[in-house]
């Protein structure tokens, strides 16, 4: 077939080509026969479209089943107004070059409106179900968070940076890491960036950096991995916490209109629902929430150093049915369970200046002031038996003169879950990494 003054565009293009032979290139995505007439579905990175045929003519190798779908085909034909159609035309007089046949059974059927596969089935050939469009809705959703993120920070000032992936000393005092030979000496996979983007601070005042994370932790949970793209904020010359809370607020506040503006289509596909951020984020202390989990469950959570996924679904469903929001700050966590360049609360010192915002009930972000003083670093590092020889370099940043500041991480694959609803961290992740998968 030759392409010789026709033009190739792509599926979301065509309702602008009414009457004109285009090109279409992409995967077969199925073929369906009714009365007499076939239908072949074309998929390309975009969406797809259908031509219409009443005679096999050229179709003849897709009809007959001499290749099977995901074949990759050139299929040209004349745009045509169809109301019942996708996107209200298809392609009618059509044409097939066949460029890449499939003649082998696939491994999970895709060309369904749901994947049917078991979890483990779908992630064993991750490779070739994220094609399905709706799994490739969420991936080009989590492109659009990372493209929001980065356009309203850029928008305040913020430097984006890129920080080392190997490094030298853990950022958690040395708990569930990766270790990595590092030609004789040991070095570890970058828990965080925490270090460096504090150190940066000092730099550029205002710094980001979207970039993987890893975490040796032993977990098999469904909204855990061992590697996630974390997306993180530092900022100098802040009041406190709560002026690193306003800045995160007006970040998700961007993502979710961005998202609602720019990507619609994979929205519906992914089932997303798109929630409301109010100009102010309700919020409540970690010990009022302790002792509202009482009040209202029975269950006494106090003195525990952290809240269990059940707590965090428990104040969830309270900031939806008392503030009606999606979203609930969690403030003053103790310092017992916060890392050690955590700031104190000056008024309650056994509690930090740091928080958690919970998005439908679970945690999505971290985040806090931190210390800026060298003498204080010296204190927090003696106090849990730390030596400083590890923290070297970090440390000498603060002997220099450092402003009070703080910053926050979001967890994109998680960001993703709660959007969508998905029951699984692993669902929101290209090729997940955990206790049991390092392929594909």
């Known amino acids: 077939m030759s392409n010789l003054g026709i033009e190739r565009v792509r599926t979301t293009e065509i309702a602008a080509h009414v009457g004109r032979r285009v090109d279409l290139w992409g995967w077969l995505h199925a073929v369906r026969r009714l009365g007499g007439v076939t239908f072949v579905i074309v998929r390309d990175?975009?969406?797809?479209?259908?031509?219409?045929?009443?005679?096999?003519?050229?179709?003849?190798?897709?009809?007959?089943?001499?290749?099977?779908?995901?074949?990759?085909?050139?299929?040209?034909?004349?745009?045509?107004?169809?109301?019942?159609?996708?996107?209200?035309?298809?392609?009618?007089?059509?044409?097939?070059?066949?460029?890449t046949p499939v003649t082998e059974p696939l491994p999970v059927l895709i060309g369904k409106k749901e994947v049917k596969a078991a979890l483990t089935t779908q992630l064993d050939h991750a490779v070739f179900v994220n094609r399905h469009p709706a799994r490739r809705a969420v991936f080009r959703l989590g492109a659009g968070v990372m493209a929001a993120f980065r356009a309203h920070l850029d928008s305040r000032g913020f430097t984006e940076i890129q920080?080392?992936?190997?490094?030298?000393?853990?950022?958690?005092?040395?708990a569930n890491v990766f270790a990595v030979d590092y030609f004789g000496q040991k070095a570890f996979l970058a828990q965080s960036p925490q270090f460096y983007k504090q150190i940066m601070v000092g730099v550029f005042e205002r710094v980001y950096e979207v970039a993987p994370v890893f975490r040796a932790e032993p977990h098999d949970t469904t909204r855990h991995i061992n590697e996630y793209v974390s997306l993180d904020v530092e900022l100098g010359f802040i009041e406190n916490h709560f002026t690193v809370m306003g800045v995160l607020r007006d970040v998700m506040a961007h993502i979710f209109a961005s998202l609602s503006a720019q990507y619609a289509v994979e929205l519906a596909l992914a089932g997303a629902q798109l929630p409301t951020v109010p100009a102010t984020i309700p919020h409540i202390h970690f010990a009022d929430a302790q002792e509202l989990i009482l009040s209202l469950h029975g269950v006494d959570v106090r003195g525990e150093p952290d809240l269990s996924p059940q707590d965090e679904r428990w104040l969830g469903e309270w900031a939806q049915r008392e503030h009606g929001s999606d979203f609930l700050f969690v403030t003053g966590y103790p310092m017992a369970k916060r890392p050690f360049y955590t700031h104190p609360d000056p008024a309650r010192p056994g509690y930090s200046n740091s928080f958690d915002l919970l998005f439908r009930g679970t945690?999505?972000?971290?985040?806090?002031?931190?210390?800026?003083?060298?003498?204080?670093?010296?204190?927090?590092?003696?106090?849990?038996?730390?030596?400083?020889?590890?923290?070297?370099?970090?440390?000498?940043?603060?002997?220099?003169?450092?402003?009070?500041?703080?910053?926050?991480?979001?967890?994109?694959?998680?960001?993703?879950?709660?959007?969508?609803?998905?029951?699984?961290?692993?669902?929101?992740?290209?090729?997940?990494?955990?206790?049991?998968?390092?392929?594909?």
């Open 45 to 99: 990175g975009w969406g797809m479209a259908q031509a219409v045929a009443e005679e096999t003519g050229q179709l003849a190798p897709i009809v007959e089943g001499e290749v099977q779908p995901e074949s990759v085909i050139r299929l040209s034909g004349v745009v045509t107004t169809a109301p019942q159609a996708p996107g209200g035309v298809e392609l009618h007089q059509p044409e097939v070059e066949i460029v």
């Open 163 to 174: 920080t080392p992936k190997l490094v030298a000393s853990a950022t958690e005092s040395g």
């Open 363 to 440: 945690e999505l972000v971290t985040g806090g002031q931190r210390l800026h003083r060298y003498a204080d670093y010296q204190a927090a590092l003696a106090a849990r038996s730390l030596s400083e020889a590890p923290f070297a370099s970090y440390l000498e940043t603060f002997r220099y003169g450092m402003p009070p500041h703080g910053g926050f991480a979001i967890g994109l694959e998680r960001l993703l879950m709660q959007l969508i609803g998905a029951p699984n961290l692993r669902l929101t992740t290209l090729f997940p990494r955990d206790l049991n998968r390092l392929t594909p």
